[in-house]
């Protein structure tokens, strides 16, 4: 904690007052890096309006782009995700984020399955699994090539549409 305050310019006195412990500090970590990306990465980019394939593909650019120009709250929850398979005070968090996350995919999806653009027999929670997979893998290799980026979007859409 010592080290944080000095790091931000804050006496040791003042950070304890914020944050009591340390699993506090993480979880305002974990919470300020979640909303980050839940406001900046959300799965309504773009207008509300477009289509799900077209809102799909704006996400990740807006997930490639990030990781090109803005990595550090990807880098910070790779860590945290990292650090939660072994402290539950991130773990519960984190579940919850990942739970909000997997149904916007699966919102998404159900929504071009319902409008025609996906398959009709698409596995629904498991295409929201594999496209986090995907995200998961982007943002954490933050040098990925886009060739390499791009190729495995254009992937995924074929093997969503019908």
Not at 56 to 72: D, G, I, N, Q, S
Not at 95 to 109: D, H, I, M, Q, S
């Amino acid at each position: 904690m010592r080290d944080v305050a000095a790091a931000v310019g804050v006496n040791n006195a003042t950070l304890h007052y914020h944050f009591p412990t340390k699993e506090d500090l993480i979880r305002a970590v974990l919470a300020f890096v979640v909303d980050e990306l839940l406001t900046s990465r959300t799965i309504n980019v773009g207008r509300s309006g477009d289509e799900p394939l077209e809102r799909l593909r704006r996400y990740f650019k807006a997930v490639a782009k990030e990781a090109r120009t803005a990595p550090e709250p990807m880098i910070v929850l790779n860590e945290l995700t990292a650090r939660a398979a072994r402290d539950e005070t991130i773990s519960g968090p984190l579940r919850e984020y990942e739970e909000r996350w997997l149904g916007a995919f699966r919102t998404l999806l159900e929504a071009g399955v319902a409008q025609g653009q996906f398959r009709s027999d698409l596995d629904v929670e498991g295409t929201a699994w594999a496209i986090k997979a995907m995200v998961r893998e982007m943002s954490s290799h933050l040098t990925a090539e886009p060739v390499r980026i791009n190729r495995s979007i254009e992937q995924l859409e074929r093997w969503l549409q019908p």
